[in-house]
């Protein structure tokens, strides 16, 4: 399924609105502008969380409210039935922000939600974004500046530094999608290319990627497939990784040369990515290239 543009019309449901994450992260999206018209809590005396509604599932919210996209603030452990509950909702657009996912029930919801059409954003993820519009998850209002830049990243923290570094020298973004660090996730980079070439607003387009797998090398080469026409630039984090060892993410883990900092440069240079090896010349380097 194509990523849509999400803005202040998208109609929200939240799922796990009357936790402590959903009741302070909900707050924190309608502050942004965000449309959140619904949550979903198992309480039964939870009626409304700050005027937002609750319903019993995704099913009677979305019957409730028209909502297609929604963002899910629950435990690793219950992420998959609120998945389940989502797609069966009809829900179009899904963000997880939840990490911890075990494996086993990542590869269940990716085969689920595929076939059901449904784009998932996740797990492990700091959401997503239109600056200026609307953000589903995480993403720090500091961080956030409407531009021309299109933004992919693994890492949240890295990213959100990026971002605010970026914006303090005025470079603003179109969207801003975070795939999250997890081995088995809904979207992946390459996923993406088709939307950031076709999307008018975004002149050029960034990443912020890691060691371990070999999602930076498919992205690689699916600019190349598509014939990328727009400016790429990217950030790889765990340089000075050693091989064998997981840093931070589920994913970022280095086999010899594969998934290597070397190996993924590499690629993306092939590409006709120009990769930086700081923050520092990042700004200045996409400031001169977009």
Same mark, same amino acid.
């Given at each position: 399924?194509?990523?849509?543009?999400?803005?202040?019309?998208?109609?929200? =449901?939240?799922?796990?609105?009357?936790?402590?994450?959903?009741?302070?992260?909900?707050? =924190?999206?309608?502050?942004?502008?965000?449309?959140?018209?619904?949550?979903?809590?198992?309480?039964?005396?939870?009626?409304?969380?700050? $005027?937002?509604?609750?319903?019993?599932?995704?099913?009677?919210?979305?019957?409730?409210?028209?909502?297609?996209?929604?963002?899910?603030? +629950?435990?690793?452990?219950? &992420?998959? @039935?609120?998945?389940?509950?989502?797609?069966?909702?009809?829900?179009?657009?899904?963000?997880?922000?939840?990490?911890?996912?075990?494996?086993?029930?990542?590869?269940?919801?990716?085969? &689920?939600?595929?076939?059901?059409?449904?784009?998932? =954003?996740?797990?492990?993820?700091?959401?997503?974004?239109?600056?200026?519009?609307?953000?589903?998850?995480?993403?720090?209002? @500091?961080?956030?500046?409407?531009?021309?830049?299109?933004?992919?990243?693994?890492?949240?923290?890295?990213?959100?530094?990026?971002?605010?570094?970026?914006?303090?020298?005025?470079?603003?973004?179109?969207?801003?999608?975070?795939?999250? $660090?997890?081995? +088995?996730?809904?979207?992946?980079?390459?996923?993406?290319?088709?939307?950031?070439?076709? @999307?008018?607003?975004?002149?050029?387009?960034?990443?912020?990627?890691?060691?371990? $797998?070999?999602?930076?090398?498919?992205?690689?080469?699916?600019?190349?497939?598509?014939?990328?026409?727009?400016?790429?630039?990217?950030?790889?984090?765990?340089?000075?990784?050693?091989?064998?060892?997981?840093?931070?993410?589920?994913?970022?883990? +280095?086999?010899?040369?594969?998934?290597?900092?070397?190996?993924?440069?590499?690629?993306?240079?092939?590409?006709?990515?120009?990769?930086?090896?700081?923050?520092?010349?990042?700004?200045?380097?996409?400031?001169?290239?977009?």
């Amino acid at each position: 399924m194509k990523l849509p543009r999400i803005d202040g019309n998208t109609k929200v =449901i939240v799922l796990g609105i009357s936790g402590r994450a959903g009741r302070q992260h909900s707050r =924190i999206m309608r502050d942004y502008g965000s449309n959140i018209v619904g949550g979903v809590s198992p309480r039964a005396d939870v009626k409304d969380v700050d $005027g937002v509604p609750v319903f019993a599932d995704a099913v009677s919210a979305v019957r409730a409210t028209g909502a297609t996209a929604c963002v899910a603030l +629950v435990g690793a452990m219950q &992420l998959l @039935d609120a998945i389940k509950d989502a797609v069966a909702a009809g829900i179009q657009l899904l963000v997880t922000p939840t990490e911890g996912m075990p494996v086993h029930d990542a590869v269940a919801a990716l085969e &689920l939600t595929r076939a059901a059409g449904v784009l998932w =954003i996740g797990a492990s993820t700091p959401g997503m974004a239109v600056p200026g519009e609307a953000k589903l998850g995480f993403l720090p209002h @500091d961080s956030l500046l409407p531009g021309p830049l299109g933004l992919m990243s693994k890492s949240g923290t890295l990213s959100y530094e990026a971002g605010y570094r970026l914006a303090q020298a005025g470079i603003g973004q179109s969207v801003w999608v975070g795939v999250g $660090g997890d081995p +088995v996730k809904g979207t992946r980079y390459a996923d993406l290319v088709p939307f950031y070439q076709e @999307d008018a607003h975004t002149e050029g387009l960034l990443i912020i990627g890691e060691i371990g $797998g070999h999602e930076e090398e498919e992205f690689a080469q699916a600019l190349i497939a598509r014939k990328f026409d727009k400016p790429v630039f990217a950030l790889i984090a765990g340089r000075s990784a050693p091989a064998g060892v997981t840093m931070g993410h589920a994913g970022a883990l +280095v086999h010899g040369s594969h998934g290597s900092f070397e190996s993924k440069r590499a690629a993306l240079n092939a590409a006709g990515v120009t990769v930086f090896a700081s923050l520092g010349e990042l700004v200045a380097g996409v400031k001169a290239g977009l």
